[in-house]
């Protein structure tokens, strides 16, 4: 019994040693230690609070992400150079009222036609013509209303009812000689002098038939208002 009992005891003194060399062999070894663990009770801090922290301060705030602006969409095609552009309107076009040739020659129907402002009878009255049979040429159609000019260039809105489609012209040189045929030294008949108005008859490329006060003859285009230059006339 005592031999038992006293190896119990050394048993018990050699488990002690190595319980108290343990620990001062694990702080002489190289295994690292683990790290120590977050303080769970502390929460994260949100971002935009350190940016309104910065601005009530006065410091710069954190710069928001900016999203970068869409890109603007690709311009339309342009046609090739070369590609011809539609040509511009030439020559006489046709009137919206009367299908007929715009600009074209008339004349006055009576001694005192109206030339208003606008195509209306409501349109203010800017002059009066008062010569019957004065050429005029349309430039301008708006259903009962034509815009005419005279050789001066002035004019403005009529009544159609106030045109007549019979053709005359006016004189513009100072002694026009009236010939007997289309001819430079054909016989002369008459001169009239500049402002007479006569009934035009036929038109050449370089002359015209005219009457007035009981004289008919040639006289050269050139001399005339009231018929195209290239106008034929038979």
């Known amino acids: 019994m005592k031999t038992v009992t006293s190896i119990s005891i ?7 040693a190595l319980c108290l060399a343990l620990p001062a062999a694990a702080q002489d070894s190289d295994i690292p230690s ?4 977050p303080d ?3 929460p994260a801090q949100d971002a935009d609070a350190d940016a309104i922290a910065a601005a009530v301060a ?3 705030p954190v710069e928001a992400p900016v999203a970068a602006p869409a890109e603007p969409p690709p311009p339309p095609p342009t046609p090739a150079s070369g590609t011809p552009e539609p ?5 006489p076009q046709l009137g919206a009222s009367t299908n007929l040739p715009v600009p074209r020659y008339v004349s006055l129907r009576s001694n005192e036609v109206n030339v208003r402002r606008g195509p209306a009878s409501s349109q203010r009255v800017d002059w009066v013509f008062h010569r019957a049979g004065l050429p005029v040429q349309i430039t301008g159609e708006y259903e009962h209303w034509r815009r005419i000019i005279d050789r001066d260039g002035e004019g403005g809105w009529v009544h159609y ?3 007549s489609g019979n053709r005359t012209v006016i004189v513009q040189a100072e002694l026009l000689p009236v010939l007997a045929q289309p001819e430079a030294n ?4 008459a001169q009239f002098e500049n402002g007479v108005i006569a009934d035009l008859d036929e038109c050449r ?5 005219i009457g007035a006060g009981g004289y008919r003859g040639w006289v050269m285009k050139s001399a005339l208002w009231g018929v195209d230059p290239t106008e034929i006339r038979n």
């Open 10 to 16: 050394l048993m018990q003194i050699a488990a002690l």
């Open 34 to 37: 683990p790290p120590p663990r």
């Open 40 to 42: 769970a009770s502390a």
């Open 58 to 60: 006065g410091a710069a």
């Open 87 to 91: 040509p511009e309107p030439t020559g």
């Open 161 to 163: 009812a106030l045109l």
């Open 186 to 189: 054909a016989p002369v008949i």
């Open 205 to 209: 490329p370089d002359w015209c038939r």
